[in-house]
């Protein structure tokens, strides 16, 4: 497990952020939101902070019907 941030860049807008996920305290700035399902793509990588809080909106705005 690193004990760095990650630079990652968002799949749905390309801006770059940093995950603080993998490291050691494990503490990054996304575990303080709400959960969203798991997308079906598994490498579509993390969202950036904006597009995150975005997707949790539309997601509350709109949930799907579940089966």
Do not use: Y
Not at 7 to 13: G, V, W
């Amino acid at each position: 497990m690193s004990r760095h941030s990650e630079n990652q860049r968002c799949p749905a807008c390309g801006a770059e952020f940093q995950c603080l996920a993998h490291c050691a305290a494990n503490t990054c700035w996304c575990m303080e939101l709400p959960r969203l399902p798991m997308p079906a793509d598994a490498d579509a990588g993390c969202l950036c902070p904006a597009c995150l809080r975005a997707r949790i909106e539309l997601e509350v705005q709109h949930p799907k019907a579940s089966l």
